[in-house]
């Protein structure tokens, strides 16, 4: 007995059917004696839907208007789920993201949560109600509506753990927990028993979207328990904590990231602060740089190359081309049919050869390598996108098969 924060993502609640599934893992939950707050995801596909009703009116519509449109797919979802409770004779409620005090950042479409309110879910707790919040959305300074951006809904039942001090928070999707790799990519991949905050967090921000990123930050910092878990099934899923003892495993988890796009300056001046005259300029607009590589000069040239998120693309290339004359270089050239191919293990730190084990599994698939960055617990290569798929299966076999 105690407080159990849940939460149901889009696919768990995409029909009545799933919806009425839900309520009844959430009452049972609370008649075994718990308290019982739950974060809740858009049905199905309505976040992409809304997204693209949206975009057919105004392809360049206000952040702040795209939020206030996207936060209504939760609201959907939360009033359908408390309705459903409500049938099964359970004292419930529904809250907005607002009614249950979650204060964000300005940042629209990515906002940060900044506090949670706890007064109103407080009380509707202690009138041992069953609380169902809107995942994905909160309050910003100026009580415009915010999101947390994609994914989002994982971070908002984090934060009501920490903020609430649950006992435990219970991520409930589509598959039976965190797996070595994508499950629908790969035919082998299998679900790890347990997971380090460090290692789920490479894995999230390096495109293992069973996780929010933000939501296992989250959980490092208030040290919150997490389970992941398919809310179609009652199998025990991935506990995701301070693991000490590391199983033996030198790869944890592979992941693809498809939303990437490369550009590459050609003939670049090969003069000493050219590198950080582009990387400075870029970075003032607010554009994150991930992959960096710069050849060797010749003939008092160079390549540079790098990648951005794909959104980024278009800035990126208006940037270079306006500032041409003082960066001088010859021209630019740029691909968005490039993925990024990750590996993940705490292991990697004590085991030399594990890049070039990876490099093996796809020079075997024949996998052309295009960039390479290696860091303490991560080796991510970007390749081809039409061999990304062949490459995280190669990859994942070769390290992760037995
Ligand atoms: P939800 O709607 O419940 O939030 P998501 O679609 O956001 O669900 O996340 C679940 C999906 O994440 C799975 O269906 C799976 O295809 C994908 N996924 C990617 N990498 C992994 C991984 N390493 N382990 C489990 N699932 C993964
Ligand atoms: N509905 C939002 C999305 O599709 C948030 C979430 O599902 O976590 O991204
Ligand atoms: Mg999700």
Not at 122 to 144: C, P, T
């Amino acid at each position: 007995m105690g407080l159990v924060v849940q939460k149901y993502g889009g696919t768990s609640v995409k029909d009545a059917e799933r919806v009425m599934n839900v309520a009844k893992r959430i009452t049972d939950t609370y008649k075994a004696g718990n308290d019982v707050v739950v974060a809740v995801s858009a049905q199905g596909d309505t976040t992409d839907d809304l997204i693209a009703k949206g975009m057919e009116i105004n392809p360049n519509a206000s952040k702040r208007e795209m939020d206030m449109l996207l936060s209504t797919g939760e609201q959907i979802s939360i009033s359908l789920l408390a309705m459903a409770i409500e049938k099964l004779g359970f004292p419930v409620i529904s809250l907005t993201g607002w009614q249950a005090g979650f204060k964000t950042d300005t940042h629209y479409g990515a906002a940060r949560i900044k506090r949670i309110d706890t007064e109103r879910l407080r009380s509707e707790l202690d009138k041992r109600r069953i609380v169902i919040v809107a995942g994905f959305q909160g309050l910003d300074k100026y009580d415009d509506i915010t999101t947390l951006g994609r994914g989002g809904s994982d971070t908002s039942a984090v934060a009501l753990a920490a903020a609430l001090h649950a006992d435990v928070c219970e991520i409930y999707t589509d598959v039976d927990g965190v797996y070595t790799t994508d499950p629908r990519i790969c035919k082998t991949a299998y679900k790890l028993d347990d997971i380090s905050y460090d290692e789920m967090l490479e894995l999230a921000s390096l495109g293992a979207n069973v996780l929010h990123n933000r939501s296992v930050e989250m959980a490092k910092k208030y040290n919150v328990k997490l389970s992941v878990r398919s809310s179609l099934n009652n199998n025990e899923g991935t506990y995701v904590k301070e693991v000490d003892q590391v199983e033996k495993m030198v790869v944890r988890g592979v992941t693809r990231d498809n939303d990437v796009a490369r550009i590459a300056l050609c003939g670049v001046e090969d003069t000493p602060g050219k590198a950080f005259v582009i990387f400075r300029m870029i970075a003032k607009n607010g554009i994150s740089v991930d992959l960096i590589i710069q050849s060797i000069g010749s003939n008092g040239k160079k390549d540079i190359s790098f990648t951005v998120a794909e959104a980024e693309l278009e800035k990126t290339l208006e940037l270079l081309e306006e500032n041409k004359s003082t960066i001088k270089y010859n021209e630019i050239k740029w691909t968005k049919d490039v993925s990024k191919v990750s590996i993940v293990g705490a292991g990697m730190v004590n085991n030399s050869g594990v890049a070039a084990t990876m490099f093996e599994a796809l020079y075997d698939a024949h996998i052309n390598i295009n960039m390479i960055a290696t860091s303490e617990i991560k080796i991510s290569v970007l390749v081809d996108r039409k061999d990304a798929e062949r490459a995280v299966v190669a990859i994942h076999d070769k390290f992760l098969l037995n």
